[in-house]
């Protein structure tokens, strides 16, 4: 991947619905060559897919939490992890190191809502106890790193001397 494939991508990330000839300007190529690009970028599995942005409060879901899972000590890892993408609320899993085992976003209308979701994941077999913690504000999500810039806080750090 070259700076070029970088700026594309952060032209998509902006823009997932920008035309190859827009995405070609940007970029200083052809819309061909751009086309061609992006084909091996989705062959390649770096780009995995598009999708609209909706806010989940427009849809009746304005309250979110983080939850960590703690599995018991003869609990299945896969079969967890399955029975919790089979739940509505949880929205992202992440299999985790530290305390918890899983950490996984809920979303859902209200307290009581986030209650029967607790309870839900309560009762997958498997898990032992959970941690919740409710999110009162978003600041910002979804958020990836720009492709063709670094950050001071995501570089390397300066060796010592």
Known sequence: MDAVDRAILDALRANARATFAELAREVGLSAP???ERVNKLEAQNVITG???AVAPESLGYSMSALVGIFL???ADEDLVADELAALAAVEDCWFVAGEESFVVKVRVPDVGGLEK???ALAKINGVGRTRS???L??????RVQSAGHRTPESSEPEQRR
């Open 137 to 142: 504000s978003t600041r910002f999500e979804g």
């Open 72 to 74: 018991s000590d003869t």
């Open 117 to 119: 979701a607790i309870r």
């Open 33 to 35: 060559a751009v086309h």
């Open 50 to 52: 598009y999708h609209a």
């Open 133 to 135: 913690t409710v999110v």
